[in-house]
């Protein structure tokens, strides 16, 4: 587990004595074509299709047998949450907490001069029946954000186990505190209080869901995916916005070279779940913000638990014979 007194490195050396940044640049490399490969033939690779390749680069490595041990509780965790995350319906049908909708939109009109910006994109950007490119690398985009962060996860555990960890207990407590803020405050997306409810009059469409079938594309090469437990009004906060944001958050403190790529990524992220009507602005910031308060919250554990450490041994050290 992680260590707030020694983050554990290592290096390691697959066949053929291959350093591990090599590797590191390789899975990245073969991880991106693989996606490309999967999104034009038809779909969209999804997280548990995703660990079927992670199983076998560990298995290259060497490491088949710590991967199993350091990854299963973890992704019992992750997907359980993701088959978990439509009890906020739940609970709505069954005389739960409201659904939160007009006060929304009224919040993000305010912020914005009286517009919703993914209505205002859709406008100048959008033409129903069309595919232009960027909205092919918008949809690309919002259907890779579970596989990042599961991606970053394995080059961690690569580059360092202690940061593995540190990274997944962050993760996981993003998620918890996600799927909690949805059972009590279920949130419409733009394109729900758009067409079926008509709290904005402006069309908002539902792109990841126009795009693909424009392209004769499938949804996803995904079962976690397809057969899970859905949640239409589990937008605030957006946890697409929040799981790149704690990317950026971990590369800009613990692995520098990779936080101007992983700061790219969040903007293009973030622009594409508001101009694709999956979330308002506010969604997105509220992501941002769950994300920051998770990554410091744990950093100041692990210097506070670091500091009670220091001062143990030293205590220890102060009682011991002179």
């Known amino acids: 587990m992680a260590s707030s007194e020694k983050v554990q490195q290592r290096n390691v050396e697959g066949t053929g004595g291959i350093s591990t940044r090599v590797y590191l640049i390789g899975i990245t490399v073969y991880a991106a074509v693989l996606g490309l490969v999967m999104f034009f033939r038809g779909g969209f690779i999804g997280p548990d299709t995703f660990l079927i390749f992670v199983v076998l680069a560990a298995i ?51 912020l914005f001069n009286g517009q919703i910006p993914s209505a205002v994109l859709q406008r100048w950007l959008f033409t129903p029946g069309q595919a232009a490119w960027y909205d092919i690398v918008a949809t690309f985009f919002w259907a890779f954000h ?19 960890w540190r990274f997944v207990y962050a993760l996981l407590l993003l998620s918890t505190a996600g799927i909690i803020t949805y059972v009590v405050f279920p949130a419409v997306p733009p394109w729900m209080a758009s067409a079926p409810l008509k709290t904005i009059p402006e069309p908002i469409y539902l792109l990841r869901a126009w795009i693909p079938q424009t392209l004769g594309l499938g949804m996803n090469w995904s079962w976690i995916m397809s057969n899970g437990n859905p949640n239409e009004v589990a937008a605030m906060p957006s946890l697409h916005a929040a799981y790149p944001t704690l990317v950026f958050l971990f590369s800009l403190v613990y692995w520098r070279i990779v936080a101007p790529f992983a700061l790219v990524y969040c903007f293009c992220l973030w622009f594409s779940v508001v101009y694709m009507g999956d979330h308002y602005v506010i969604d997105v910031l509220a992501g941002i913000v769950y994300a920051v308060v998770t990554f410091f919250a744990l950093e100041r554990f692990y210097a506070w638990r670091a500091s009670r450490h220091a001062a143990s041994v030293h205590r220890s050290a102060s009682s011991g014979p002179a």
């Open 146 to 164: 579970f596989v990042l962060a599961l991606g970053y996860a394995f080059l961690l555990w690569i580059r360092s186990r202690g940061l593995y």
């Open 60 to 110: 290259v490595l060497g490491q088949g047998k710590t991967f199993l041990r350091d990854w299963i509780p973890f992704v019992i965790l992750f997907f359980g949450w993701q088959m978990l995350r439509g009890y906020a319906n739940d609970v709505k049908l069954g005389g739960g907490f409201p659904l939160h909708n007009e006060d929304l939109v009224a919040v993000e009109r305010w």
